[in-house]
């Protein structure tokens, strides 16, 4: 879906993200092993909703690691290409973990988002109820390890979106096997992934009787809109945890390698380990975004805390999973937009109100071709302030290659100027 056809032909309402002291040092965990030792066991399910638990008698993985802030390095990268950083980023997810011996048809069906009386009657259990048979479980095993997570049914093909991050762990010679609402299971085979935005189609065969889930836009949310987290947190299947919209637009990374950058959906509503790949709903029940990573603390003399739900959780907007899921259910991969510069600075530098300066502007890509030059500082990409380089690299892949989008800059000290660049393709 191109993020400029929208009704009205609106600007999506990108929200700054917000600033930190320039001394502070923050700390990421990033989850691989179970929660706090815990197995599904240990947190029984109500009657009715068995969930699903790792081998009683299999042993938990190594603790949980700490990022820390990187150091400053030098280099220039193009925008769209990884630049490390965490500051605003939240530690992926991951699955809940555990130890073992031409032109077609999109199948992502895509609505309004909720108006002031939804067609469902308002409330989390109408929206909990709407999306739960479009829910699935996805247990990922590979030699030694495995894992579950979440994922969404995309149509009555088969294909059933989730985080890359929740399948990556499979690998040549692994598994996944899929468990649906009705409690029937299925081996599931991978589509495509797109590391670069943590987003993954994977697709059963010969099932019967699947409830594609309907998209929403996420571009219409707004702050302090309810929204309800569906999913198998630490293997509990089928749960929903409901909160608020807490920002639209901040910027974040996340993924298997740290490389998936997004302008994410920030929510309240509890997140944990196994809620990777599920979706987060309106109060329609239509999916606005594919929860992707936490924000956790980090406590104790050696700063090993244990991931979990603090209220700020992040979500893949639906914006950008239903634009990747259509690429990679037609063609097997996905394409990021590019605006041909290079950045250069620290990894993971404090947001500036002054903006992004360019290191290099790249010899006939968009942005030379729009007339940028090297030494601009982007202040805005359409109406978003770019005032980290991660920043910019997210607001640029929030649209399809070949958008054409303003950019907001200033040269040499002077007044600001705008210029129309068509983005390429990374």
Known sequence: MNPNEQPGNQTPDFRQ???????????????????????????????????????????????????????????????????????????????YAFLA???????????????????????????????????????????????????????????????????????????????????ATATATVVGTSESNDLAVIKV????????????????LEVGQTVIAAGAPLGLSESVTSGIVSNTARPVRSGENNDA???????????????????????????????????????????????GNIGIGFAIPSDIAGRVANDLITTGKSSNAQLGVSLSGSDAELPTSVGVPLGE?????????????????VTKIDNYDTTTSDGLIAATRFYAPGTTIKVTFVRDGGSLQTADVTLGTA
């Open 17 to 95: 993200p917000q600033t930190q002291g320039p001394n502070e040092e923050q700390t990421v965990p990033l989850p691989s092993g179970p929660y706090g030792g815990y197995t599904a066991a240990d947190f029984p399910a109500p009657s009715g909703v068995p969930p699903l638990a790792p081998n009683p008698t299999l042993a938990p993985s190594a603790p949980t690691t700490v990022l820390q802030r990187p150091k400053r390095r030098t280099g220039a990268l193009i925008a769209g290409a990884a630049i490390a950083a965490v500051l605003g980023a939240g530690a992926g997810i991951g699955s």
């Open 101 to 183: 011996d031409g032109q077609t048809t999109s199948p992502v069906s895509v609505t309004s988002a909720a108006p002031p009386s939804p067609t469902q009657n308002g409330t989390v259990a109408a929206a909990a109820a709407k999306i739960e048979p479009s829910l699935v479980t996805i247990a990922v095993q590979s030699g030694n390890g495995g894992g579950i997570g979440s994922g969404v049914v995309l149509d009555k093909d088969g294909h059933i979106l989730t985080n890359n991050h929740v399948v990556a762990g499979a690998g040549e010679q692994g598994t996944i096997t899929v468990t649906f609402h009705s409690g």
């Open 205 to 220: 065969d010969n099932v019967k009787d699947l409830n594609p889930a309907t998209f929403a836009k996420s571009s219409e």
């Open 261 to 307: 950058v997004y302008l994410a959906l920030q929510t309240d509503a509890a997140i944990n380990p196994g809620n990777s790949g599920g979706p987060l709903v309106d109060l329609n029940g239509a999916v606005v975004g594919i929860n992707s990573s936490i924000a956790s603390t980090s406590s104790g003399a050696d700063g090993g805390g244990q991931p």
């Open 361 to 377: 502007v790249v010899s006939g890509g968009p942005a030379d071709k729009a007339g940028l030059r090297a030494g601009d500082v």
